[in-house]
């Protein structure tokens, strides 16, 4: 190869690691700005929920139930981040509940927990063998486990002296919960944001309420959190919560959107043209002669109009947060 030939080959080769350098770096760049982009999303949709339901005042010692997954580990984490800027003046405790499953690492959580500063508490309760001795291989778990983690959190709760129970439900949860109860309960229940506990002591609140499950897919891996895996109800793939998760899976594909239509009608609830008389007084229901907001002009609306032209439809935008979320 003759020095020229060598000289060009050099400068070819400097020409293409330079350019490959730089489309590295716009790639970089990119993913730094939708990964802020993300977080920002979150912070805010998280202290939306906040202001509306006036789940955390003045005062209050928070008690953030970690459980080791994605969703616990991302309300912490942002919790966290508008402790900072909040109007107001909180404490946070985060709490385990180590339920003694094979297999769970002991040292995750504790070892996370000391490296960010936060006050915590780990509670050591064998609830695995209580569970998989009562219960018949192969019946769903979910319903005991439950009912005995909310009794120790809530005794732990007072001895902590925390005024709120935070629980890392999102969106898709609270979803679920409502097609579960209509679905297989008969009711037309969900999973509230804000609800006073069954005891009558504490008050339990859902940070996470406007979000997404796939954000927090995402966030989780930006933020690569320890996730801990559950080995109990999370393997029991049969569960009616799986079949409802699969069935908003499918709808999502299907129908971008849906879920946040349908989320959308939890906040505009009509109880005069529902059938439940406990809510509506329908036995003495009379003309007045007088206009009626919620008489047959109700139905004049276009049930298939988009969320733009309907008042009161939570939705959420990267160009257009809310005033008192970002005060949060």
Not at 31 to 47: H, P, T, Y
Not at 67 to 91: H, N, Q, T, V, W
Not at 286 to 299: E, H, N, P, Q, V
């Amino acid at each position: 190869m003759s020095l020229l030939e060598t000289t060009t080959f050099t400068e070819v080769a400097a020409e293409t690691h330079v350019a490959e350098k730089s489309a590295l770096d716009k790639k970089a760049q990119k993913i730094a700005f939708e990964n802020n982009k993300l977080e920002k999303r979150l912070c805010r949709q998280v202290g939306q929920a906040i202001a509306d339901f006036n789940m955390i005042e003045a005062g209050d010692k928070v008690m953030v139930c970690l459980s080791g997954g994605k969703d616990s580990y991302a309300m912490l984490d942002i919790l966290l981040k508008l402790r900072e800027r909040a109007p107001i003046d909180f404490e946070i405790v985060a709490v385990n509940l180590d339920q003694k499953q094979p297999g769970f690492p002991p040292e995750v959580l504790p070892d996370y927990l000391t490296q960010l500063g936060v006050p915590f508490h780990i509670e050591n309760q064998d609830t695995y063998s209580i569970v998989t001795r009562v219960i018949e291989e192969g019946k769903t778990m979910c319903s005991l486990c439950s009912r005995l983690r909310r009794g120790i959190l809530y005794r732990v709760a007072s001895e902590l002296g925390c005024t709120k129970i935070a629980l890392g439900h999102h969106r898709d949860d609270m979803l679920g919960t409502f097609f579960l109860n209509l679905f297989y309960g008969g009711r037309l229940k969900g999973m509230p944001p804000k609800l006073v506990s069954d005891t009558g002591e504490h008050v339990v609140i859902r940070p996470l309420a406007y979000v997404r499950e796939p954000d927090l897919v995402r966030y989780a891996e930006v933020k690569q959190f320890p996730i801990i895996p559950c080995n109990l109800c999370g393997s029991q793939e049969n569960l009616k919560r799986q079949e409802v998760k699969r069935m908003m899976l499918d709808w999502e594909r299907q129908h971008p959107g849906r879920l946040e239509t349908m989320f959308n009608a939890l906040t505009r609830v009509v109880p005069s043209h529902l059938m439940d008389p406990k809510l509506f007084d329908f036995a003495n229901l009379k003309a007045t002669g007088s206009a009626y907001a919620d008489g047959d002009i109700a139905f004049d609306e276009e049930p298939c109009s988009t969320a733009e032209s309907k008042p009161n439809v939570i939705q959420f935008t990267d160009s257009s947060p809310s005033r008192v979320a970002d005060d949060w």
